[in-house]
């Protein structure tokens, strides 16, 4: 109470007050009606010892002591900070009150310690340092914080409340509280820290509420929470006490420092506001070493931390600087939606430029980024385990010419969903294990990272996931990789969607598609348009293929070397003789030269199908280009080449069609017996015994004179050439039926060499 009840109340925030005000703290702690019993305006016994409206000279010094009162000022003034060092009290509370600092290391209270509505400034030129020895010259005690309220070792059976306070001490600590004990709660509402906020080691059995507090110490750290346990919850947020219009922030400038800290809870950071000073001084010297794994200049340091609920830090929360987490534990879910997270972007390696790092962390249920925006950063999730999904529906994250977002050989026990989002880089999974689907519907990724190797917008190299890969067009927003995508090793379960994407490259590389040894129930390559570069499925295999024309023309070719499918998704019926040859055409193009797999594969998956006769025509076909390429590479028996295929093709199909040997043996019959029958030798007109005659033919040797003249079975012995049938050596020919003669047995010969290659063809093919 003041020292004169007809004072207006003090307002202890205007400077130094009237004398009137004035009580001397020696005087208030004199024993007795003029001093503690003075102050108790409670009619009974109850140990509070409350002063208002007073202005409190001289130093308040209870240290070490051991009183059974609650001391509660109100509207006060002190001159020099109270001193409650090693003392034991009731409790402790200042409301609405003005002090220069406050002594409390290793204080016992029995209740709350409040600090309500009031200001804590320390004068940088005027703070004395607390020491527990006498000082002699600059002899100063070493550990002896320079701290505007030191709570160091303090123990407080109840809560502290520090709830629109202003706590100024721009050069020092605001609050020091290392290994401070609160059984309640530390509810700082609204509070304003200019200085540290250091609390490392302090153990609280209920919440920590920071909700609408600044944090103001941009050279350093914003808050110290090393090694802190909070049996409740972590509350960073919106204070929504009062209008809407008065709604305020948490905001920090400055590092928050929470490496090891275990929140029983939840740690709820919406609407935050971080921000680092990315060209500042760096605050810890060990984050000099240029270690590429460090962040130097981070927002939150919250690496090994241990939250048993969820971490939040969502909903309009915006951060300059990292989010570094790594080999964090948090139970629940990490929630990152419609946050924004930016750095300024490195010029020269490492870059130190990630926006969120995460490595090693498990989170045991989802991720949740839905519409994050990353204007300038990296997003770092390697080896990280998630337990339910990662959700990033309508994200942002932009780092052109980088990796935009990695996270190799992550655990993520559902889906990934990127739909709709926007890349500027390259994202990397490669080697991640998904337990359901990657699900990246309308996802547009430009300006990829480009290195020595590689130049892919998206890296899913050797990632095994559970059920689909879906890079597929979501309405009017088709999916777009400008630098192509890298499958390569990747297992699929189900299948692997391409529908309506558009696939390009960068040079030197020029790939597009590089799916070398996927595997996958079903491949859909159906892009809305061909792909700029080359497409590579060696040794790629699926169930069952769906494609379109456009996958066929994609600029630089197709690599078909051991790609294998079991079916085609749209088969070619049986009388549908144009599809196959157009498909067959598709083939030959994109693969710019002769490879035999290719066309033996698609004759397997047509008789598989039961399409014999198709698939004999992709066999025959198959060896028509391998003849063209082989007269290719002959310059001088190059046209020999060719007439031999010409004749192959034309006689029997290469053996695929061995109904032609006949039609040609028929056809030469009939030919060579008219030839032969309706012509007739000079020598039957010759009566001078030399030539035995048969009708209208001469026998060589006058000993055949049995023999009966057959044009049939002289042409069909011309034509057989191993089997002789007595015929062709006993006539006699000359002139144009000797040439005719021998052309007949030049044809058998490759008649005959043509039938035996198609049919030891036909018994290798069905072996």
């Known amino acids: 109470m003041p020292t004169d009840t007809s004072l207006p109340p003090l307002d202890p925030f205007a400077g130094v007050p009237d004398k009137r005000y004035e009580v001397k703290a020696a005087d208030l702690l004199k024993p007795g009606s003029s001093g503690l019993l003075r102050w108790r305006r409670q009619a009974t016994n109850a140990p509070i010892v409350q002063v208002e409206d007073a202005y ?101 059976d109840g809560s502290v409340v520090l709830t629109r306070t202003t706590i100024s001490h721009p050069h020092g600590k605001a609050i020091q509280g290392d290994r401070l004990v609160i059984t309640g709660a530390l509810l700082a509402y609204r509070m304003v820290a200019k200085g540290e906020v250091r609390l490392p080691g302090m153990r609280t059995g209920g919440n920590v509420n920071f909700s609408g507090a600044t944090f103001d110490n941009p050279d350093g750290f914003a808050f110290n929470g090393n090694g802190l346990h909070i049996g409740g919850s972590l509350l960073c947020e919106v204070d929504n006490y009062g209008p809407a219009s008065e709604r305020k922030r948490f905001s920090a400038k400055g590092v928050l420092y929470l490496p090891s800290a275990t929140v029983d809870s939840d740690i709820v950071m919406r609407e935050a506001r971080l921000q680092v000073d990315q060209r500042g001084p760096i605050a810890v010297d060990a984050w000099k ?29 915006r951060a300059f600087g990292t989010l570094r987490m790594v080999n964090a534990r948090i139970g629940g879910s990490l929630r990152l ?17 990630r926006a969120l790092h995460l490595d090693g962390s498990t989170i045991g249920g989802d991720i949740e980024a839905t519409n994050l925006r990353v204007p300038v950063g990296q997003l770092r999730l390697a080896d990280v385990t998630v337990g339910g999904n990662f959700l990033a529906w309508n994200s942002m994250f932009l780092h052109p010419g980088r990796d935009a977002f990695s996270a190799r050989r992550a655990k993520i026990s559902g889906n990934f969903q990127l739909t709709d989002a926007t890349l500027q880089g390259t994202l990397r999974l490669q080697g991640a294990e998904i337990g359901g689907s990657v699900n990246m519907f309308g996802t ?31 309405k009017d927003r088709p999916f777009l990789a400008e630098g192509g995508v890298n499958l390569d090793g990747a297992q699929i379960a189900r299948r692997l969607d391409m529908n309506g994407a558009k696939l390009g490259s960068l040079p030197p590389h020029g790939i597009a598609l590089d799916a070398s040894d996927v595997t996958a129930d079903e491949f859909v390559l159906s892009p809305a348009e061909p792909p700029t ?73 047509l008789r598989a199908a039961g399409n014999e006769e198709h698939a004999s025509t992709v066999a025959l ?19 020999g080449v060719r007439v031999w295929s010409w004749l192959q093709r034309s006689m029997v199909g290469y053996g695929f069609r061995p109904v032609r040997a006949l039609g040609w043996l028929l056809t030469l019959l009939v030919l060579g017996s008219l030839w ?92």
């Open 289 to 317: 070493s240029g270690d590429p794994y460090l962040d130097p200049r981070p927002a939150l340091v919250a690496d090994r931390l241990k939250v048993d609920g969820n971490l939040e830090l969502s909903d309009g929360l």
């Open 533 to 605: 570069g080359s497409v590579r499925l060696r040794r790629a295999h699926c169930g069952a293929l769906d494609d379109n024309e456009e996958i066929w023309n994609a600029t630089d070719g197709l690599e078909l070397e051991d790609f294998r499918y079991d079916a085609l998704k749209h088969g070619i019926a049986l009388d549908d003789d144009k599809a196959l040859d157009h498909r067959i055409e598709l083939l030959r193009k994109a693969m710019r030269g002769y490879r035999p797999g290719p066309y033996d594969q698609l004759a397997a998956t």
């Open 444 to 474: 547009l990724l430009t300006e990829p990272g480009q290195r020595k190797s590689s130049s892919f917008s998206l890296d899913i190299r050797t990632a095994r996931i559970g059920r689909d890969l879906v890079l597929t067009e979501d």
């Open 56 to 156: 409190i000279t001289g130093t308040l010094d209870l240290r070490a002591a051991d009183l059974n009162f609650l001391f509660q000022f109100e509207r006060c003034r002190f001159e020099h900070p109270p001193d409650v060092r090693e003392a034991t009290l009731l409790g402790l509370v200042f409301r609405k009150c003005w002090l220069p600092g406050l002594r409390a290391r290793n204080l016992r209270s029995r209740n709350d310690v409040r600090l309500i509505r009031s200001v804590i400034e320390v004068a940088a030129d005027s703070f004395e340092l607390e020491t527990t020895t006498v000082q002699r010259g600059d002899d100063r005690e070493r550990g002896m914080p320079n701290a505007a309220v030191n709570l160091t070792d303090a123990v407080i």
């Open 337 to 353: 939606a419609g946050a924004e997270i930016t750095m300024v972007r490195g010029r020269a390696t490492p870059y130190y430029d």
């Open 676 to 767: 032969f029958g309706l012509g007739k030798d000079d020598c039957v007109n010759d009566h001078t015994g030399r030539y035995m005659t048969s009708g209208p033919r001469c026998l060589v040797n006058q000993q055949d004179s049995g023999l009966q003249w057959n044009p049939v079975i002289y042409t069909a012995d011309l034509l057989v050439p191993i089997v002789d049938f007595g015929n062709k050596s006993r006539w006699y020919m000359h002139g144009a039926d000797n040439w005719v003669a021998a052309g007949f047995t030049a044809s058998g010969w490759v008649l005959a060499t043509t039938v035996a290659a198609g049919v030891s063809r036909m018994l290798r093919r069905e072996s």
């Open 621 to 639: 076909r198959k060896q028509q280009f391998r003849y063209e390429a082989l007269a290719k590479g002959f310059k001088f028996f190059g046209p």
